[in-house]
């Protein structure tokens, strides 16, 4: 049985869809890192990404508390002010981009 069966013998076609939906909306995003001070802890990290995530066109958030970056994808061109506010309400000061 090859690794696009499943068990009942029937092939797997939507895998590759998925792949493909998952490529073009990787290729049509915008990744901007922000320098952000104040950071210390995984709740730094936990509080950054739930605010942040919670704006309109956030795909991701990466936080690297260590490097006090912030890496944010957007379905389009970051909003920056916003990103900023959302940071700020989380406690921290998003200081430009890096």
Not at 63 to 77: E, P, Q, R, S, W
């Amino acid at each position: 049985m090859s690794s696009c069966c499943t068990p009942d013998g029937s092939c797997s076609t939507n895998a590759d869809a998925a792949t493909t939906a998952t490529a073009t909306a990787v290729a049509e995003s915008t990744a901007t890192v922000y320098a952000v001070s104040g950071m210390t802890c995984g709740h730094c990290r936990t509080a950054i990404t739930t605010s942040v995530s919670a704006l309109d066109g956030v795909i991701s958030v990466d936080v690297d508390i260590a490097g006090g970056l912030v890496t944010v994808t957007t379905g389009g061109a970051p909003d920056d002010a916003a990103i900023a506010a959302a940071v700020d309400d989380a406690g921290y000061d998003l200081t430009g981009r890096a």
